[in-house]
């Protein structure tokens, strides 16, 4: 991360949530999204998607042997919709993907080569327009949509009620119980306009 960037987002937090500062200061935000942002071309952007969902609701290590796994299916590893269409499902479901997760990624796979999706596109959208295009695929919720804003797109200022590491993470580090919408939208409001790099030292805090 551009160094002015990292200070000028410590500075804000030193000043408007101190405990969430003290965590800032041991995580390398470069491993946890990409240093230089780029544009992703459609291609590029359908294969984040993909790791995205076959992602959903399983540890990162379990997450990235499936999805190594997965790119084993393709020749030369040239993940594309056309040839995901083309691989048989019973192939995918050998890879560790579950059937569910079959359809999703092949519904995006269709959306795109159909043209109902234009990954392209979303980067002139605001964040509630891009939870809305994405959300029309098959398996694609907020919950995934705001982790493609937060790592694929780079936006700054999100957080995920839905998630619940971060939910664990607040409440761990404001020693609270059951936590509430209503406390957790009070805590955050302090965030923005950086709320993804709250949210990253939650789930630093949760390692």
């Not at 919720?141 to 664990?168: P, Y």
Request: glycine content about 6%; hydrophobic content about 40%.
């Amino acid at each position: 991360m551009d160094k002015r960037k990292h200070q000028k987002i410590l500075n804000h937090f030193i000043k408007n949530d101190p405990e969430i500062y003290k965590i800032m200061l041991t995580v390398n935000f470069d491993d946890w999204i990409e240093p230089e942002f780029k544009k992703l071309n459609d291609n590029e952007f359908f294969i984040a998607l993909c790791r995205t969902i076959i992602g959903q609701q399983l540890s990162g290590k379990a997450a990235n042997t499936i999805y190594s796994r997965f790119l084993k299916l393709f020749i030369r590893k040239k993940i594309s919709p056309a040839n995901l269409l083309k691989i048989k499902d019973k192939n995918i479901r050998e890879a560790g993907i579950s059937w569910a997760k079959i359809k999703y990624i092949k519904d995006l796979a269709q959306k795109i080569q159909n043209g109902e999706m234009n990954p392209e596109t979303l980067y002139d959208l605001k964040n509630e327009e891009v939870i809305t295009e994405l959300i029309k695929v098959k398996g694609i919720g907020n919950w995934t949509a705001e982790m493609v804003l937060i790592f694929t797109l780079n936006r700054d200022d999100v957080f995920s009620f839905g998630d619940l590491g971060l939910k664990k993470g607040l409440e761990k580090v404001y020693g609270l119980q059951n936590l509430t919408k209503k406390q957790t939208k009070k805590i955050i409001s302090k965030w923005t306009p950086y709320k993804s790099f709250g949210s990253i030292a939650l789930w630093h805090s949760l390692e």
